[in-house]
């Protein structure tokens, strides 16, 4: 039990890698907060760890939304008493090229991602401080964080902008025992990659099955897929990392897709 009695909140986390997260922690002993856009898959992803025997509240929370991520947190301490871990994993993507990329859904995407991880971020500092316990914030890059892909221009740049935050974050938290890491996974077989696969295969004039080959696994080692389970090992061991040490980091789980 690596994170016993923890007290966590991942936004984005009612399916695809914040909910594999959100298990993961609960088997380690934490209790977690699943915030999602919708109240109805929050409640049914809490149920489901529930029903397996771990602690878990649903929180509904547009992360882009001011009030709605102060309250969550908020409802967090009131319901457990503390905050020991924020997770900033909620997260879109749009395809399309520059030239042909709406100011809309440009701003779509850096307000989930960007907005998004710095609103969780004031709000858990803010009770982190206050607690004096210290914490870990987590936030969810990307390869994408450390390289650019035609036709996401949006999400590339949000990416790359997370590891300034991250950084950021280290270097004022430190004084509060508040660490923050960010972890840069490769692709994982999620919804939102399942979405990618057709739209790209349509944009590019290919097939699916050489989106998959020729273009997400190209450049890993193994033309293997990350896994959820990967990403949640690596979520659990910077939540869990006992010293100040490892602050301000991204780590890359990616199949060797990108060596730092
Ligand atoms: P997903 O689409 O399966 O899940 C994303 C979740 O975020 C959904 O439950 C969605 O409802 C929620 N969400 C979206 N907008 C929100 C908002 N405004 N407020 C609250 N919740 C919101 O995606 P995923 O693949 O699990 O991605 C999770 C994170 O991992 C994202 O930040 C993504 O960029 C990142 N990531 C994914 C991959 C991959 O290959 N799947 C790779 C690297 C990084």
């Known amino acids: 039990m690596r994170l016993k009695n923890k007290i966590a909140l991942i936004t984005g986390a009612a399916r ?6 959100a298990e993961s922690y609960a088997r380690e002993g934490a209790k977690v907060a699943i915030a999602d856009l919708g109240a109805e898959a929050a409640a049914e992803a809490a149920g489901h760890i529930r029903d397996n025997g771990g602690e878990a509240m649903a929180i509904t929370m547009d ?24 997770i900033a994993n909620a997260g879109i993507q749009h395809i399309d090229p520059l030239d042909k990329l709406a ?37 969810m890059g990307s390869v994408h964080s450390k390289e650019a892909s035609p036709l996401k221009a949006p999400y590339v740049a949000a990416k790359h902008g997370l590891l300034g935050l991250c950084r950021a974050v280290a270097k004022e938290g430190a004084n509060h025992g508040v660490r923050s890491n960010i972890i ?20 590019f004039g290919i097939s699916e099955e050489e989106v998959v080959r020729n273009i997400m696994l190209r450049n890993t080692v193994d033309q293997e897929f990350t896994t959820l389970d990967d990403v949640a090992e690596l979520a659990i061991h910077l939540a869990a990392f006992p010293t100040n040490a490892l602050t301000g980091q991204s780590v890359v789980v990616s199949h060797g897709w990108h060596m730092q």
């Open 16 to 21: 695809g890698i914040g909910f594999a997260i």
């Open 63 to 86: 992360v882009t939304d001011e009030q709605a991520v102060d309250q969550g947190v908020r409802a967090v301490v009131d319901a457990w008493g503390g905050l020991d871990i924020a």
């Open 103 to 139: 100011f809309d859904n440009w701003r779509k995407v850096m307000a989930v991602h960007l907005d998004g991880a710095f609103l969780l971020t004031r709000a858990s500092l803010r009770q982190m401080y206050q607690a004096g316990r210290g914490g870990s914030i987590i936030y």
């Open 184 to 203: 840069c996974p490769g692709f994982v077989r999620t919804p939102l990659v399942e979405k990618q696969i057709p739209e790209q295969a349509k944009e």
